[in-house]
């Protein structure tokens, strides 16, 4: 069963960190593109952060660039994104999502609350 389990949202308060991961299970993790998502309120799913399958090549939304870093342990099946200088704007439900050819996997989200 493929299974991609986000874990480490939660509340914090603005320019505060947070790192979320990503446990990939019931496929070849190193051999896909891993991406972190994410969906605020009444706005479209936005692509945050991916990263290629050995993890040499990372892009970024110029939003998050230079504040948000995505990393992958292909041996653990898991990938990361560090979160820093968090914003209110970050507010967002953040998924997984793993990609192969015509494969194409998400994970059931994580909340990320940044107030004061």
């Known amino acids: 069963q493929v299974q991609l389990v986000e874990s480490g949202g939660g509340l914090v308060q603005p320019g505060g960190s947070l790192r979320l991961s990503c446990a990939a299970s019931g496929f070849t993790f190193s051999s896909y593109r891993m991406s972190w998502y994410r969906q605020a309120p009444g706005k479209e799913r936005e692509l945050v952060a991916d990263?290629?399958?050995?993890?040499?090549?990372?892009g970024y939304a110029d939003s998050v660039k230079g504040r948000f870093t995505i990393s992958r342990d292909n041996a653990k099946n898991t990938v990361y994104l560090q979160m820093n200088s968090l914003k209110p704007e970050d507010t967002a439900v953040y998924y997984c999502n793993a990609r192969w050819y015509v494969y194409n996997y998400w994970g059931q989200g994580t909340q990320v609350t940044v107030s004061s």
């Open positions: 990263i290629t399958n050995a993890g040499g090549s990372t």
